[in-house]
C-alpha cells in the first residue's frame, strides 16, 4: 500500500508562483502514473495534470496549461506541481492521485489528503 502526502499549499497573491510536492511513502510510485487534481469551494474534483511513469509524457487541461508544470523524481519518491501566474480561480485543494499502472490513462487508486492552495485578488 502507499501513502500520497502533498505539501507546499499555502497563501499567496494572485499572480504569484507556488511549488506543490507529493511525497509518497510505503512503496514506491515509479511505476506509476501520477495525476494531480483540485477542488475548488463548492465545486467538484477537476484533473489538472498528468504524468507517466517514466516521466517522460505530460498532459494538462486547458485551464491550466501554460502555467503549470508537472514533473517528478523517481529516485526520490516525489512529484511536483510548479504553478505560476496564479489566478484566485486557482484556489482549490490540490491532491494528488496514484494511477494503478505506468499511464496516467489507467485507473486512479490511491489519493493524497491534499493540500490547500489560497490566492488572494
Known amino acids: 500500500q502507499v501513502q500520497l502526502v502533498e505539501s507546499g499549499g499555502r497563501l499567496v497573491q494572485a499572480g504569484g508562483s507556488l511549488k506543490l510536492s507529493c511525497a509518497a511513502s510505503g512503496r514506491a510510485f515509479s511505476d506509476n502514473g501520477i495525476s494531480w487534481v483540485r477542488q475548488a469551494p463548492g465545486a467538484g474534483l477537476e484533473w489538472l495534470s498528468g504524468i507517466n511513469s517514466a516521466g517522460g509524457y505530460t498532459n494538462y487541461a486547458d485551464s491550466v496549461k501554460g502555467r503549470f508544470t508537472i514533473s517528478r523524481d523517481n529516485a526520490k519518491n516525489i512529484v511536483f506541481l510548479q504553478m505560476n501566474s496564479l489566478k484566485s480561480e486557482d484556489t482549490a485543494v490540490y491532491y494528488c492521485?496514484?494511477?494503478?499502472?505506468?499511464?496516467?490513462?489507467?485507473?486512479?487508486?490511491?489519493w493524497g489528503k491534499g493540500t490547500l492552495v489560497t490566492v488572494s485578488a
Open positions: 492521485v496514484k494511477h494503478d499502472g505506468l499511464s496516467t490513462q489507467n485507473g486512479m487508486d490511491y
